[in-house]
């Protein structure tokens, strides 16, 4: 609580229960803590940042309050479930991250869901998988795709809806049908289709889906760096964190909470 301003501590005071009250308290305490981290000079503490949301609602640092220091081009984005965290931050680039449960449970039937929210040709994917366990989590890491990649554009859901635009997986080899069948997952790539027009917008962002401690789906869309003209086609670099907000902060890149699912190398 020390390190949020007044208005931020009544938000968190008002909510009503204990487990949203420290959701929201992690969350924006993640936030602070994780985009002081990428400070070059390490002049910005967490609790002198300040925020401001873009015209369609994406929170975003305002750094126009940050005193003697040169604005960092840092962008991030944040994604919670009831159990988990998410916090990405890039250079130069916007990025948009999702996180689900991969045991998320679903209102109604997958497929039904499917018909309203997906494309013919994810609808189709989802149609062919027999297995309902399987199908449900195809449906989940789709669903967490397409949340990220909205959320990377940053026009909201009512900018991109889920219909616009179609999630397809593919490797070196060739079209898969779907993830689970993907054996060689880091040859893997997923792209995006705009429904109207699919020449637009697709070439120009990168995605990774992240499988976390074995409980978790987290996907990371992110827009290529035009500013390094050599890297513009390179690999996504990703580093991992499992933070706990002055408790706990240890890297867990290449080890079993982290496992690469497919994306771009």
């Known amino acids: 609580m020390e390190i949020l301003p007044p208005c931020e501590k009544e938000h968190v005071s008002s909510m009503r229960g204990d487990e949203l009250r420290k959701s929201a308290l992690l969350a924006r305490t993640l936030v602070r803590t994780t985009i002081a981290r990428y400070q070059i000079n390490s002049s910005i503490q967490p609790r002198s940042l300040k925020f401001r949301k873009s015209i369609h609602g994406k929170p975003e640092v305002d750094w126009q309050h940050c005193d003697h220091c040169e604005p960092p081009p840092l962008h991030f984005n944040i994604s919670h479930t009831s159990s988990l965290i998410a916090c990405g931050v890039t250079i130069n680039s916007p990025i948009g991250i999702d996180v689900e449960a991969k045991q998320r449970p679903v209102k109604h039937n997958v497929l039904t869901l499917a018909r309203r929210y997906f494309t013919e040709h994810e609808l189709h994917v989802l149609t062919a998988i027999k297995d309902p366990h399987l199908q449900h989590q195809e449906f989940i890491k789709l669903w967490t795709l397409k949340e990220a990649y909205v959320k990377?554009?940053?026009?909201?859901?009512?900018?991109?809806?889920?219909?616009?635009?179609?999630?397809?997986?593919?490797?070196?080899?060739?079209?898969?049908?779907?993830?689970?069948?993907?054996?060689?997952?880091?040859?893997?790539?997923?792209?995006?289709?705009?429904?109207?027009?699919?020449?637009?917008?697709?070439?120009?962002?990168?995605?990774?889906?992240?499988?976390?401690?074995?409980?978790?789906?987290?996907?990371?869309?992110?827009?290529?760096?035009?500013?390094?003209?050599?890297?513009?086609?390179?690999?996504?670099?990703?580093?991992?964190?499992?933070?706990?907000?002055?408790?706990?902060?240890?890297?867990?890149?290449?080890?079993?909470?982290?496992?690469?699912?497919?994306?771009?190398?």
């Open 152 to 265: 990377a554009l940053g026009g909201g859901f009512s900018g991109a809806p889920f219909k616009t635009f179609t999630v397809r997986f593919g490797s070196a080899i060739g079209e898969s049908p779907h993830l689970s069948r993907n054996s060689n997952t880091e040859a893997s790539e997923i792209s995006v289709d705009m429904f109207d027009d699919p020449s637009d917008l697709t070439s120009n962002w990168q995605f990774m889906l992240l499988e976390l401690a074995g409980s978790h789906y987290a996907a990371i869309c992110t827009e290529k760096d035009v500013t390094s003209e050599g890297n513009k086609n390179g690999p996504m670099k990703l580093t991992v964190w499992k933070t706990i907000p002055f408790v706990e902060d240890k890297c867990v890149s290449g080890t079993e909470a982290v496992r690469v699912l497919c994306g771009f190398r």
